[in-house]
């Protein structure tokens, strides 16, 4: 069989990932693997798609093979799957998996992603590999590998693919983006009341007066990061709403005009001092624009099941903060264009992105229902975070998250350091051996518990201790 790895790592023959796909090549000499470097050759790719399209057609079962990186694929990859789907290429016939190496933070998503993206472009897919950054260096993990291939070949030999989980683009009437010169955003399925194009953009909001600059509150700002193009005119009258009704100045930055070099490289200079090799400046912008305000809302359309590979690039790049969680406390709040109520993985990753950083989502409003309604709704609901800075406590996405981190910044903190500064001042290395005297406590009520007269005379009074330090509280 003719297997193409597609290698989405910056590291290219440095990565992790791919000496997993390695070790498969030596175990499986009787299949053909075939390597495309398409992290590190992104650029050229993008310049002449031909040599990745041949190797394609060649292919009979294709690898996404990548790190994640900050809940998905590399912005690399994300890419090139934005090229194979404008290459038109036929993709029948051939079959698709991925293999990713990470800690395990939000690996679901990631391959969740890989796997929407194949019903996009009708690549029959088979559930992929998703490996410990070290598991290749154990017996275990190799043996979990060659298993893996076994079973995966196994499927394909049987026709037994996953059934895809989202609608594909056709399914929902296509994209919902407005050309420019047509004349309505009506979207397939929506009872959207259209929201008015360019030359009448600004919808009134229910309180007219205070659309205008100089009735904005004082003392606080927020800021709409967007990777807005000329097309983009649902959205671009999503965001002027917003910015109309809300109660606070509020500024807009788009992405698309800043000179991004590239997507991160892994290259872990910024471990230590926070600094990125990159000299295009998008760490002081991070730090000195971006997260200098008290709110922040992303502005996106729904392109490929996610924000699209710019935004990726956005999202990779925020590496020159680490794991630390510095925006907590601030609120986000996302405008957003498609079909976000049919995007289970999107909807999670947004989510999961505020809860892991200790961010409360205010909001999602989407062109899908009641625009105008869930653009004030988030408005108002933005303004009382800030003025109140409301922060719920973390739930599973957020605290499971962060325990993960906790423990890799703990091992690695020879590394990174600032990280393991951030993460000491914050009280965020919460291990539970640190709790000893909850621990001694518990091995004395074990001990009672285990004595029969004891358990017996305890009776009821086991829940009445427990309760004691509530109850004070409410005393
Ligand atoms: C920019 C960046 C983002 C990352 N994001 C994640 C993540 O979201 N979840 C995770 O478990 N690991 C994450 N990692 C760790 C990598 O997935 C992990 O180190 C991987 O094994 C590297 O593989 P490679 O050598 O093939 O590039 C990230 C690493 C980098 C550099």
């Known amino acids: 069989m003719n297997i193409l790895i597609l290698n989405g790592s910056p590291k290219g023959g440095n990565s992790i990932t791919l000496h997993t796909c390695l070790y498969l090549e030596k175990k499986y ?3 053909t693997f075939r390597y495309l470097n398409v992290g590190p050759k992104i650029k050229q790719l993008e310049k002449n798609f031909s040599p990745a399209l041949e190797a394609l057609r060649e292919a009979e079962l294709i690898v996404f093979c990548y790190p994640v990186y900050t809940f998905l694929v590399p912005s690399q990859l994300h890419r090139f799957i934005e090229l194979m789907k404008a290459s038109g290429l036929d993709f029948s016939g051939k079959a698709a998996t991925q293999v990713s190496t990470s800690k395990h933070f939000y690996d679901i998503t990631a391959h969740r992603f890989i796997e929407d993206n194949c019903a996009d472009l009708a690549l029959p897919y088979l559930d992929g590999l998703s490996a410990d950054m070290d598991d290749i260096l154990s017996e ?20 037994e693919f996953r059934r895809p989980l989202v609608q594909t683009p056709d399914q929902v009437g296509g994209d919902a983006r407005v050309i420019p010169g047509s004349s309505t955003p009506v ?8 929201i008015p194009g360019p030359d009448d953009h600004v919808i009134p909001g229910p309180d007219r007066e205070s659309q205008s600059a100089a009735s904005k509150k004082d003392g606080k700002r927020a800021v709409i990061v967007t990777d807005l193009v000329p097309e983009d005119v649902t959205l671009k009258a999503m965001i002027d709403r917003f910015v109309a009704v809300f109660p606070y100045a509020c500024d807009v930055i788009n992405i698309q005009d800043f000179p991004f070099m590239g997507g991160c490289l ?7 001092t926070g600094k990125c090799v990159y000299k295009d400046g998008f760490d002081e912008f991070l730090r000195g624009t971006i997260h200098k305000h008290d709110a922040i809302l992303y502005a996106f359309r729904i392109k490929d ?12 790049r925020q590496f020159c903060n680490g794991h630390r969680t510095v925006t907590m406390g601030t609120p986000f709040g996302y405008l957003v264009e498609g079909h976000y109520s049919k995007e289970e993985n999107l909807r999670l990753l947004l989510e999961a992105r505020a809860q892991v950083g200790g961010n409360f989502l205010a909001g999602v409003a989407t062109d899908e229902f009641d625009v105008n309604k869930d653009i004030d709704t988030l408005a108002a609901t933005v303004a009382y975070a800030m003025e109140k800075q409301y922060t719920p406590p973390q739930n599973f996405l957020g605290v499971g998250g962060m325990k993960i981190f906790r423990d890799l910044i703990y091992m690695m903190r020879g590394l ?15 291990f539970p051996q640190k709790k000893w005297k909850t621990s001694l406590m518990m091995y004395l009520v074990g001990w009672m518990m285990n004595n029969p007269s004891i358990k017996r005379k305890a009776g009821a009074k086991m829940s009445e201790g427990m309760i004691g330090p509530y109850k004070k509280i409410l005393e």
């Open 29 to 31: 000499p009787e299949h």
């Open 140 to 159: 275990k993990g190799r043996r979990q590998a060659t298993d893996w291939l076994d079973f995966t070949l196994w499927k394909l030999s049987r026709r």
């Open 187 to 194: 979207i397939p399925g929506s009872s959207t009341p259209v």
């Open 266 to 272: 892994s290259c872990f200079s910024c471990a230590a």
């Open 305 to 316: 099941h996610s924000m699209g590979s710019r935004f990726k690039m956005y999202d990779d």
């Open 416 to 430: 990174m350091r600032a990280d393991h500064k951030f993460f000491k001042a914050h009280g965020q290395y919460d």
